[in-house]
């Protein structure tokens, strides 16, 4: 590659001849951004993640539940990428950026030129200034937080099974869900799901159906981003499951044997706290670390909000870096009306779409149409046969809550699956486990994966 700066509003003069891209992130935005421009002759494409793999997010909670196994929600970036011959992927991690020799600076001390760079890096968890919690209360963002919350479910199981200690085993049984969004509103209702119907008939000593999963949120409702009539439907549906749902509810504390919450009542205030060995996290979430560095290196460090988001103009670029687009959970974009774009899978698919089109028009000499996203609705699934959607574009036909809710989840998670063969194969295991009630995926990984046990059970 050459190592002088090009025009982003026209072809490059590198020695291919071609306008190169360089995407950084191959998480929904980034990949369906390489996979338009992967066929196209004018473009060579430079995909950097430091994973090989891209993630289908809004399953993870089902990894983390047993349901599914991490190979079934992610495929090879290769793969995906390999009918696309001006596509080279990189495995690495992106620390720095250099917008005047407009560069990209990799931890392992590589580089990349870009004539147009877009940043998709995406968005971790935030525990609101108490980061010292991430280790008490994992959050659901990658396999590996995946795998170890099914780690800590499943051990709890385990050690209430050989607790003697009645307050002990109680602690173990007690699991608590911080955040009502659509992730804490999935995962309890897997967690209820499981205590009443997958584990029934497993364990001797202790009964699963006695388990106690909470839902903490600090709002007035679950689901404050729908309408308060499914908010509402929702809250019913996890009673069912035997969720108990506490709103206006703030953790202020937690620590290896519980958690501290306020809890607003009536206009007044009061500190409870709530024993348990099992807490996680679906409360808030942080732009990544590079996208701070982009903000920094482009000037415009002042603009992103407290998530570290980025705000960009109508055509997804940085003001004033017509080269630099941002893209997915990492933008701050505005829809119609002034109303930011969500940060959810659909919203991220149409910028990277969009950002595509939007490069080939420039390298064409086009000027490109501002981003206008199309609401396509809400579903979230809460449990067997259960959940909420609001299809927006349905009008009142689109908002369904039960079972016609739970059939619109599973149709658009398959549809947005990438890979035939993921497809297939998640079919099969959620044809399976509607079967039988079971989840196959139920795995004790990583360490420890033997429970500590306080005052052992004696076994005849």
Do not use: C
């Amino acid at each position: 590659m050459a190592d002088h700066p090009v025009r982003a509003d026209g072809p490059s003069d590198s020695g291919s001849g071609r306008h190169r891209v360089v995407i950084v992130g191959g998480g929904f935005a980034g990949l369906y951004a390489a996979r338009k421009l992967g066929r196209d002759p004018a473009v060579e494409v430079t995909l950097i993640d430091r994973r090989n793999y891209h993630l289908f997010q809004p399953l993870l909670y089902q990894v983390a539940t047993g349901a599914l196994s991490p190979g079934d929600i992610a495929q090879p970036l290769r793969a995906i990428l390999r009918r696309n011959k001006n596509t080279r992927v990189v495995l690495g991690e992106a620390v720095g950026l250099d917008p005047v020799g407009r560069r990209v600076a990799l931890s392992d001390g590589g580089t990349v030129d870009y004539d147009t760079l877009l940043v998709a890096t995406g968005a971790r968890h935030a525990y609101f200034g108490h980061d010292e919690w991430a280790t008490l209360a994992p959050g659901l963002k990658t396999i590996e937080d995946a795998t170890e919350i099914r780690r800590r479910i499943l051990i709890a199981y385990e050690a209430a099974e050989r607790e003697a200690d009645p307050l002990r085993r109680a602690e173990w049984m007690t699991f608590v869900v911080v955040g009502g969004g659509p992730t804490g509103v999935e995962l309890a209702g897997a967690l209820g799901e499981i205590s009443r119907d997958t584990l029934r008939r497993d364990f001797r000593s202790i009964r699963p159906a006695d388990a106690r999963v909470l839902l903490v949120e600090a709002l007035d409702r679950v689901l404050p981003t729908y309408p308060e009539s499914l908010s509402r439907s929702a809250g019913r549906q996890l009673v069912r499951l035997g969720v108990t749902v506490r709103t206006g509810t703030k953790v202020t504390e937690i620590d290896e044997s519980g958690i501290a919450v306020s809890v607003q009542s009536d206009g007044a205030e009061r500190t409870e706290r709530i024993p348990t060995r099992t807490v996680l996290w679906a409360a808030g979430v942080q732009a990544s670390s590079f996208g701070r560095r982009v903000a920094e290196a482009l000037g415009v460090e002042t603009k992103v909000d407290r998530a570290g988001r980025v705000p960009v103009d109508a055509d997804l670029t940085v003001p004033g870096h017509p080269e630099v687009m941002i893209l997915g959970d990492l933008a701050i974009a505005k829809r119609q009306g002034g109303k930011p774009v969500p940060g959810v899978a659909p919203a991220a698919i149409q910028e990277g779409t969009y950002a595509a089109e939007s490069i080939l028009r420039r390298v064409r000499g086009q000027t490109p149409e501002p981003f206008r996203y199309r609401d396509k609705g809400d579903v979230a699934v809460i449990g067997r046969l259960s959940g909420v959607a609001d299809i927006r574009w349905l009008g009142r036909f689109g908002r369904r809550s039960g079972f016609l809710a739970w059939g619109m989840w599973l149709g658009v998670h398959i549809v947005y699956l990438i890979g035939f063969a993921n497809r297939l194969v998640v079919i099969i295991r959620w044809a399976w486990s509607f079967l039988t009630h079971g989840r196959g995926t139920r795995l004790i990984t990583g360490e420890p994966h033997l429970p500590p046990i306080k005052q052992p059970e004696h076994l005849d």
